[in-house]
């Protein structure tokens, strides 16, 4: 779990915050790693791949929730790192799946 704990998008997201890019904030990345550590706690202690798929809806469902409470910060690029990063966690702990595996439960980003 700890290689996947480094590879979290919000490792990019702060530098390009350092870099000056305002679409993100040190709040805004603290909420995400945490909703991030909070999925792979939970991938890690799955023992089938419901619970897999459980922990998937979970953290999409919650970014949907930061996404909305925080101005809608989620854009094209960062839906692209948080989508790869999401299934590849999940393909670490066992789950095969061709496509996008947050795209059932996403709303709005």
């Not at 603290?30 to 550590?37: G, P």
């Not at 999401?86 to 496509?99: D, H, M, R, S, V």
Request: no cysteine; proline share 1%.
């Amino acid at each position: 779990m700890q290689s996947l704990v480094k590879q979290k998008p919000t490792f990019t997201w702060t530098e390009r915050m350092i870099e000056g890019e305002d679409l993100f904030t040190v709040t805004r990345i603290a909420k995400s790693d945490k909703i991030l550590d909070t999925y792979l706690f939970n991938l890690s202690k799955a023992k089938e791949t419901s619970e897999i798929w459980k922990a998937i809806e979970t953290v999409t469902k919650a970014f949907d929730k930061l996404n909305m409470d925080d101005d809608g910060f989620i854009d094209l690029i960062e839906r692209e790192e948080l989508t790869g990063f999401i299934k590849y966690a999940a393909e670490t702990y066992g789950l095969k799946y061709e496509g996008d595996v947050t795209e059932e439960f996403r709303l709005e980003w």
